[in-house]
């Protein structure tokens, strides 16, 4: 067992409102594919703009096939320890908001329910309608889609069906920026987790609390943009997995 990190670990334990953000970092671990790393999906798939989405059938059917191109890896995932040991902050009355690029719906698998959690990047766990917002069912969609070639439509209206992820072009959620922003200004602590801290808005979250003199630890393998810069308290390199679970769990024994 990886010994906990002192530092890590007091920061935790002394906080009582702590703001934690993922990226895709935390779910490689669970079999979740890095959709931005050196390895990543965009290196070998084009990713579908929103608006050719909602204007080409060519576009859509595109963009379903690389969906299930991923679609058992994300189906049959399972939280790892570290989405357990931010369910375990939340459980100890320390997690104020749990904000993440993921959009593997692990960290809601893992117990941190929809009043603690920000997918600002939306979720694969659900499929919804781009006209009306109904919400369809996931696996049948993808079924549908598998068996006929042919985008999926939504049952009560005849949009388009899409899973519930933010795509490129696609604005994010005004509800979600806003939370996020909230949850900057009341956290006492921010913690980043295997992010790269490159894609805004998300990466600005972080930067917005540590703005406000809150104390901002980095827990990533390989560097991110936030590295060097004077808001940072703490830059620990290495796999989350290994870093992050010791420490929350050195820190709520001794709390």
């Known amino acids: 067992m990886t010994p906990a990190d002192p530092a890590l670990t007091a920061l935790i334990g002394q906080a009582a409102r702590i703001l934690i953000f993922t990226g895709a970092g935390v779910s490689t671990n669970s079999g979740i594919p890095d959709f931005r790393g050196p390895t990543g999906v965009w290196k070998t798939r084009q990713p579908v703009m929103y ?4 204007r080409s059938e060519q576009a859509r059917v595109e963009y379903w096939d690389q969906k299930l ?3 058992q890896e994300f189906s049959q995932a399972q939280p790892n320890n570290t989405h357990h040991a931010c369910a375990k902050l939340l459980a100890a009355g320390k997690l104020e908001m749990l904000v993440t690029q993921n959009i593997d719906g692990l960290h809601e698998k893992a117990g941190v329910g929809p009043e603690k959690l920000v997918e600002l990047h939306g979720t694969n766990a659900r499929v919804a309608c781009q006209t009306c917002g109904a919400a369809a069912d996931l696996k049948a969609s993808f079924e ?3 068996e006929t070639r042919k985008s ?3 049952e009560a209206c005849g949009g388009f069906l899409k899973p519930a992820t933010i795509s490129f072009g696609q604005s994010l959620v005004a509800g979600d920026i806003a939370r996020a922003e ?3 200004n009341a956290c006492d602590l921010v913690v980043a987790l295997g992010s790269s801290l490159s894609v805004y808005p998300a990466a600005s979250f972080p930067l917005l609390a540590a703005q406000r003199g809150v104390p901002y630890a980095i827990v990533n393998r ?3 943009e936030h590295d060097g810069l004077g808001a940072v308290s703490l830059r620990l390199e290495g796999d989350v997995g290994e870093i992050f679970p ?3 769990r050195a820190a709520l024994q001794d709390a």
């Open 51 to 54: 608006s050719d989405f909602m």
């Open 69 to 71: 191109e991923t679609f």
């Open 144 to 146: 549908a889609f598998r």
């Open 152 to 154: 999926p439509r939504c």
């Open 182 to 184: 909230w949850a900057a």
């Open 222 to 224: 390989g560097v991110t």
């Open 246 to 248: 010791p420490a929350v």
